[in-house]
């Protein structure tokens, strides 16, 4: 047997958006941390949280902060990797996505893990 067709077809498999097998989450979704969501014509992949500074619910702050998350974004026969900051729109590919929302809230007396972080997009064409 040759391996060919074996190497052909991982090869395939890698340019996948997602794990083989993993579901992608319908529009609207909140997902967490590397969970697939359709976002229009896209799908959007959360893949870390760069930087959340954002004022905790229960403190007084001088500045607002800001939520960075690093994002894979896949379209049609492409895709690329960028930091999303959330509410600022991000125009690619004739498509305009943001990072809508990041939750929880942060607060003062603990530390958000990454498992417990679950963000939504939308797009505007």
Same mark, same amino acid.
Not at 16 to 27: D, H, Q, R, S, V
Not at 37 to 50: D, E, K, M, S, Y
Not at 59 to 77: E, F, K, M, N, Q
């Given at each position: 047997?040759?391996?060919?067709?074996?190497?052909?077809?991982? *090869?395939?498999? *890698?340019?996948?958006?997602? %794990?083989?097998?993993?579901?992608?989450? =319908?529009? *609207?979704?909140? $997902? =967490?941390?590397?969970?697939?969501?359709?976002?229009?014509?896209? $799908?959007? &992949?959360?893949?870390? $949280?760069?930087? +959340?500074?954002?004022?905790?619910?229960?403190?007084?702050?001088?500045?607002?902060?800001?939520?960075?998350?690093? &994002?894979?974004? +896949?379209?049609? #026969?492409?895709?690329?990797?960028?930091?999303?900051?959330? #509410?600022?729109?991000?125009?690619?590919?004739?498509? &305009?996505?943001?990072? $809508?929302?990041?939750? %929880?809230?942060?607060?003062?007396?603990? &530390?958000?893990?990454?498992? +417990?972080?679950?963000?939504?997009?939308?797009?505007?064409?």
């Amino acid at each position: 047997m040759k391996p060919y067709p074996i190497l052909f077809a991982v *090869g395939l498999l *890698g340019g996948c958006a997602t %794990p083989l097998g993993a579901a992608i989450a =319908p529009e *609207g979704n909140k $997902v =967490p941390l590397n969970q697939a969501v359709h976002v229009g014509a896209l $799908v959007a &992949t959360p893949r870390a $949280v760069v930087e +959340d500074s954002r004022c905790p619910i229960n403190a007084r702050c001088v500045w607002a902060g800001r939520l960075v998350v690093s &994002t894979r974004i +896949d379209g049609p #026969g492409w895709h690329e990797a960028v930091p999303l900051t959330l #509410g600022a729109p991000y125009a690619t590919h004739g498509t &305009t996505i943001a990072l $809508v929302s990041g939750t %929880p809230a942060k607060r003062t007396e603990r &530390t958000t893990a990454p498992a +417990d972080y679950r963000f939504s997009f939308e797009a505007e064409r």
